[in-house]
Every structure is written in C-alpha cells, then in structure tokens.
C-alpha cells in the first residue's frame, strides 16, 4: 500500500477523504493532521476525530495532530455558508469522540518523524484544507522534499485560464471560476502566501499534483450516487434485503453529510444536480494516478496571486480582486512542472 499523510479541515467532503484514506486497501494512512479552513482549528479537530469514531478507526494507531489555527501572516477565513458553522453542520449521526488529538508534538514534527521513518521516495503527503501546515514543513525541513514521492493538493481553480483546451467553466455565470471570489479556490485564498511559497518551491511543485475545482465539478454527489451510498449497491438476492431495509449508521452519517452540502451547493451556487465532492479526489490521486486524464503528460508552472483583498467572512464578490487566484502556464513537453489532470473517470472513484 501507498503510505499516506493527509493533512485536513474536516467539513463535509474531506470526511469522505478520510473514509477513503483511512479505508482503502491500497493506502497505509500514517497519520493525520488538522488545519484551520473550513472551521476554526478545534472545530476541524473535533471533526477529525469524530469521523474517525464514526469510521470504527478508534482502535486504531491513528493519531490526529492539530496544526495551524490560521494562515501565514493574515487572519483565518471561516467557510460557514458551506459547511454551518461546525465545519460538519447536519450530522445527527456524528459520534461524540472517545479518540483525542494528541499533545505533546506539533503537527509539523509529527509529520516529518513519520514520513521519514518510511523508505524514500514513497511517502505522498495529501492536503484537503488551507497549505498552512504544507507550507511550515517544508520550510522548517526543506530536506524532506527529496524525501516524499508526492504532494497531492486539492485547491486552486483554472476556468478559463489555460492555455489551450480550457477545461470549461464551474459553476456560477460569466467569467467565474473560483468558489470563493470569482477568481479563487477556497483553500487557496485561504493562505496564498502558503500556497504560494509551495508552487515557487521548483523541486516540490515537481512532485506535486494539483486536483482544482475545474475537475472536482466532474465527480459530483448526484441523487442516484447519494441513494447508492445509502443502500449501498442493491442487489438481485433478496437476502440481503434487511441491510437494504436498515443502512448502518455510517452510511446514514455520510448520507446526511451529502444531504447538507447539496443544500449550501444548491443554496450559494444555485448547483442543482449534487455537490462537488473536492477532497477524495485528492487522495486517490495519491493512490490510483490511472483514474485521471493529464492529455500526454503534460505539466504546468502555478503562481498564485497575493495582492487584493482577503475578508475572513462571506464570499467577497468584487470582480476585479485576484487574491488567491492560481495563475496556470502551460510548460514545453517534457519540462518538469506541477500535475494537473484534465478529467476523471468518476464512476472508477466512486
Ligand atoms: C475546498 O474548500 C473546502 O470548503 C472543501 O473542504 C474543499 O477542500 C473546495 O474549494
Ligand atoms: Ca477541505
């Protein structure tokens, strides 16, 4: 299995990033570490661990280490329109956490010491919230970039901004792209400066592979895919009809998760046929590459904007503020660069 670190902000869809990272059988989760973002850092703490709970991981050698509570050099941006104000809003079946998150060692150590116990070249690191933690390990271990086989990022939004073959517009009318402005990804207006600082890194951004929201709109959570999470695949023997009758608390919990983001996707993007569901993507880009399309290998140079305007509320509307914008050049064949796949076989991941 691919050992694995994901560093998160539990709301909504990042659970489903930890259901996948904690359950696949071809990853070995190492650990996780938390990240303010969609909520406050002890929001998206408890959020960790009641997922955990709830995903009978317990037991297991799982820790949980909470990380930066906001970004580089600017005050935390809270995502309340999306996730409620918990991070994790809807969720009647959420266990109260018997797991804790761990004292004694930062989130940057915690990750470094378990990534260098792993063999070179091996270790992917996944982020599903704001580059705050990312972007402090690098700094304080540069050394570990030759040591990681990946970076696997959910963020940053390109629209129109390729070169050629523009993936399309998300969302939203005119000229919008971002989720957060019309301009920028959440996680990445978050903390441009972090994000920033990882994408000018050349040795990181070449190991990186960048999943925005251009391809998470293509893996949306659709009635039919929530009643099959639901139910779970119905199948011809009727024996099995007391698990389709009664679903498992879990899948009720992750049902309920859906419902909700649906709602504030239906509600603030005016997104009818189901939510975008970003974070998995990230880490099954770190396990199973082959489920994405990157057209013949073809990499990029990102920068991200830091000048404008960065409010910790609300979705800023302003049409001309770029803050937090990834800035997409399409780099020569063969030149080393960021990864940034074009499409994905939804139906393989889901
Ligand atoms: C990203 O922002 C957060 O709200 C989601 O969890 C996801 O990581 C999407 O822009
Ligand atoms: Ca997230």
Not at 172 to 184: D, I, K, L, V
Not at 186 to 202: M, T
Not at 249 to 267: N, S
Not at 307 to 320: A, F, I, K, L, R
Request: glycine share 8%; net charge negative; aromatic share 8%.
């Amino acid at each position: 299995p691919v050992p694995m670190w994901l560093d998160c902000d539990t709301g909504h869809d990042d659970a489903f990033a930890l259901l996948l990272a904690v359950h696949a059988p071809a990853v070995s989760l190492l650990g996780l570490s938390t990240v303010h973002g969609n909520a406050s850092l002890d929001d998206t703490t408890y959020n960790t661990c009641a997922i955990l709970q709830a995903i009978r991981c317990e037991l297991s050698r799982i820790e949980v280490y909470p990380g930066a509570s906001k970004p580089l050099c600017r005050d935390a941006v809270a995502a309340a329109d999306i996730h409620g104000e918990s991070g994790l809003d809807g969720t009647t079946w959420l266990p109260r956490p018997i797991v804790r998150a761990a004292v004694g060692i930062t989130a940057v150590d915690a990750m470094y010491t378990a990534i260098m116990k792993e063999r070179p070249q091996t270790v992917w690191l996944v982020a599903t919230g704001a580059l705050t933690n990312i972007a402090l390990l690098f700094a304080v271990h540069p050394d570990l970039v030759n040591h990681i086989k990946g970076l696997s990022i959910m963020g940053g939004a390109i629209g129109g901004g390729f070169t050629d073959a523009p993936m399309g517009k998300i969302g939203g009318e005119g000229e919008r792209f971002g989720n957060w402005t019309p301009f920028a990804e959440f996680n990445i207006y978050c903390d441009p400066e972090a994000a920033a600082s990882i994408f000018s890194n050349a040795d990181l951004a070449e190991k990186t592979t960048l999943i925005p929201l251009d391809l998470t709109h293509q893996f949306l959570a659709t009635a039919s895919i929530r009643n099959m999470l639901l139910h779970g695949h119905r199948r011809k023997d009727t024996t099995n009809s007391v698990e389709i009758n009664k679903p498992s608390r879990v899948r009720r919990l992750f049902q309920e998760i859906l419902v909700y983001f649906a709602q504030t996707y239906k509600d603030v993007f005016g997104l009818v046929e189901g939510p975008p569901l970003h974070d998995p993507l990230a880490v099954a880009a770190a396990f199973a590459p082959n489920v994405f399309d990157d057209l013949d290998g073809e990499r990029f140079s990102v920068s991200v904007v830091t000048d404008g305007q960065h409010v910790s509320q609300g979705h800023p509307e302003s049409q001309t503020n770029q803050c937090g914008r990834t800035v997409i050049t399409k780099l020569d064949h063969g030149k080393p660069g960021v990864r940034i796949p074009r499409a994905v076989a939804a139906d393989v991941v889901w």
